[in-house]
Nanobody, 126 residues
């Protein structure tokens, strides 16, 4: 059984930082690309960042580029999202997801991910 468990969310002020973690089990982690998505109330789920299984350059949404570096630790089956200079518009439920795809285009598409976590809430106050 595949399980993705996110952690690290919370309530912070604008300008603060958070680090999200996602631990995977039940899959061969090194062979999966790992992505982060978010969904704010009343909005559709949107891509945030992804780390490809093949070690390629991470891909980012324009809204977080330069603020939210993504990294992975394959021996620990964990992917991280460092969230810096947080803004109120970053408030959302953040999900990690696993995909067998690679490549910038594919990794931005939610339907290319086959496993999803339950999410961790990030709330940024102004």
């Amino acid at each position: 059984q595949v399980l993705l468990v996110e952690s690290g969310g919370g309530l912070v002020q604008a300008g603060d930082s958070l680090r999200l973690s996602c631990v995977a089990s039940g899959l061969t982690f090194a062979t999966y690309s790992m992505g982060w998505f978010r969904q704010a109330p009343g909005k559709e789920r949107e891509f945030v960042a992804a780390s490809s299984w093949n070690g390629g350059t991470p891909v980012y949404a324009d809204s977080v580029k330069g603020r939210f570096p993504v990294s992975r630790d394959n021996p620990k089956n964990t992917v991280y999202l460092e969230m810096n200079s947080l803004k109120p518009e970053d408030t959302a439920l953040y999900y990690c997801a696993a995909s067998r795809y690679s490549g910038n285009y594919m990794l931005q598409k939610a339907d290319k991910y086959e496993q999803w976590g339950q999410g961790t809430q990030v709330t940024v106050s102004s």
